[in-house]
């Protein structure tokens, strides 16, 4: 037995995996197997689909080189614990959101979205054309783990809530499921921010253990069946205008690899986030359709005093992003930057037309 082997097994049993056996990646002939742990349950509508779509084209454009094996949230690693279990070299892949990491990088949330920040497409030409995969690769550099876009659910809707919401005061003291920063702008609301794994959201809101709750877009949400458990169903969601996934990478096996290899995990999992953001546009359309007409939810706009203070706990929540770590401060510059372009173009060509356009 290696020394390294009780290292090992200790790491995987902090990360809560018990007597779990992670083997080695196989190579033979040229062929290698890895493993993807996700935070979604078990094709999950949205990014456990997303996921799947990744580990299936690894496999076919590799041309059975390098075939992925997906485990779903708490076969490897609990939802909230597979940044970890990558970190560790546990294995060689996850998929989950980084709106999950505040308590890595306090910045690491902005790579799924930001309260009144970018949206999917505005998001995309950030990672690809405007700094935005570069600040990620530093943001993550420290923990031996790469990322990748890896799908979108499309912009979430504002959350689930057990009673209405006629103002302000009706959110004082409510415990609402809901990460990331826009956890920090509901904060500011008086809301009460609980952390909970996807997979956990249903059971916690149909029990009253949380009041209300947000995921992502209405067709994930619906597909948790969130509805169920609650009758009113707030937007939009400004907490969350962007609903972009992450492929995370091991390092070490991702710099194992061919340089074939290694263009093949990076493409296949950043063509996801098109082929996610087509999906999600359309099954979201029909989500709210089934929703207000079979399932009798009440899909309500936010109060404009709601909107109005959230927006002035937007700017506090980024300040409370770059207060962290230097990379996070950088992150944060590069992502105001991306916002400010877009908010020009927005201002003079989108807004006018979707007006127009009704």
């Not at 700094?131 to 031996?144: C, E, H, I, K, T």
């Amino acid at each position: 037995m290696s020394r390294s082997a009780p290292r090992r097994r200790a790491v995987l049993a902090g990360l809560g995996l018990g007597g779990a056996t992670l083997a080695a990646p196989a190579v033979a002939q040229g062929r290698r197997r890895w493993r993807m742990a996700t935070a979604w349950p078990n094709k999950l509508p949205g990014p456990g689909i997303s996921a799947a779509r990744i580990a299936e084209r690894i496999g076919t454009l590799s041309g059975g080189r390098l075939t992925v094996e997906l485990f779903p949230a708490g076969v490897l690693a609990p939802g909230l614990g597979v940044f970890d279990v990558v970190a560790s070299g546990g294995v060689e892949l996850g998929h989950a959101a980084s709106v999950f990491w505040s308590g890595k990088r306090s910045a690491a949330p902005l790579f799924t979205s930001a309260p009144f920040g970018l949206t999917p497409w505005e998001h995309l030409s950030w990672i690809e054309a405007g700094g935005g995969q570069a600040a990620w690769d530093a943001l993550y550099d420290a923990f031996g783990v790469r990322a990748f876009l890896g799908g979108n659910t499309g912009p979430s809707m504002g959350g689930w809530f057990r009673r209405e919401i006629g103002g302000l005061d009706d959110l004082k003291g409510l415990k609402m499921r809901i990460s990331g920063l826009g956890a920090e702008v509901m904060r500011g609301l008086g809301v009460s921010p609980q952390t909970l794994a996807p997979g956990e959201i249903f059971g916690a809101l149909q029990s009253g253990v949380v009041d209300a709750a947000e995921f992502a877009g209405p067709a994930a949400d619906a597909a948790l069946g969130l509805d169920r458990a609650a009758s009113f169903y707030y937007g939009p969601g400004f907490h969350e205008p962007n609903g972009a996934s992450e492929t995370l990478v091991s390092r070490a096996a991702f710099d194992a690899l061919p340089g074939d290899l290694q263009a093949i995990v990076a493409a296949a999992s950043r063509e996801e986030h098109g082929i996610g953001l087509a999906v999600a546009e359309r099954d979201n359309a029909a989500a709210l359709t089934d929703l207000a007409a079979a399932r009798g939810v009440a899909i309500k706009a936010w109060p404009e005093a709601v909107v109005r203070a959230a927006r002035a706990e937007a700017e506090g929540a980024l300040e409370t992003a770059a207060a962290g770590e230097p990379e996070s401060a950088r992150t944060v510059e590069s992502f105001r930057e991306a916002l400010g372009r877009a908010r020009r173009t927005a201002e003079i060509a989108y807004a006018p037309f979707l007006a127009a356009r009704g």
